[in-house]
Structure formats: C-alpha cells, structure tokens
C-alpha cells in the first residue's frame, strides 16, 4: 500500500519530513521518499508495510490534518501499482 503526503510547510527538511513521518506511521512505514522538499509543491511518496487497502485509509485518515511547521498536512492512500505527485499549488 502506498500514501501521498503533501501541503508540506517550504520551513521543512527532508530530515523533518522523514522525523515526522516515521514518528507517526511507526512500524506501518516501510519506505518514504521526499520530493521538492522547500517548495510549496513538496510531498512524500509513502510505502506502507500493509498489504489490507483499508488500512492505508485508515492511515491517511490519521495523517491528513495533522501539523507539521505550522501547516495541516493532507494524506491520501493509494494502491501499490500507483505513484501519483499530488496536486500542484496554484
């Protein structure tokens, strides 16, 4: 299962992102990948290690809203075969 996680504040580090995510997710996260970190388009290509599509769900639920540099993250779960970049800021 994959996660999207983006809306990232341009103030956040790879490293922060990472700290962050690994915090949060814990044992479901098996691989992260940050893309344009200090941009106003960065986010994080999440794989989980859960193999139950409801569950990437349940944790993009948990994640979406949360504050990371001031700023509410959102989250969305995806099947393994997909890898979409989030929406663009305008």
């Known amino acids: 299962m994959n996660l999207i996680v983006w809306n990232f504040a341009q ?9 962050f995510l690994q915090y949060e997710l814990g044992h479901y996260l098996k691989n992260v990948t940050v893309y344009e970190h200090g ?16 569950v990437g769900d349940v944790i993009a639920q948990q994640v979406h809203g949360k504050l990371l540099g001031g700023v509410a993250l959102q989250a969305s779960a995806m099947p393994f075969d997909e890898k979409p970049a989030p929406p663009q800021r305008q």
Not at 11 to 19: H, K
Not at 39 to 54: F, G, Q
């Open 11 to 19: 103030t956040c580090s790879e490293q922060d992102i990472r700290a």
């Open 39 to 54: 941009t106003p388009n960065a986010y994080a290509h999440v794989e989980l290690n859960a193999d139950v599509p409801y």
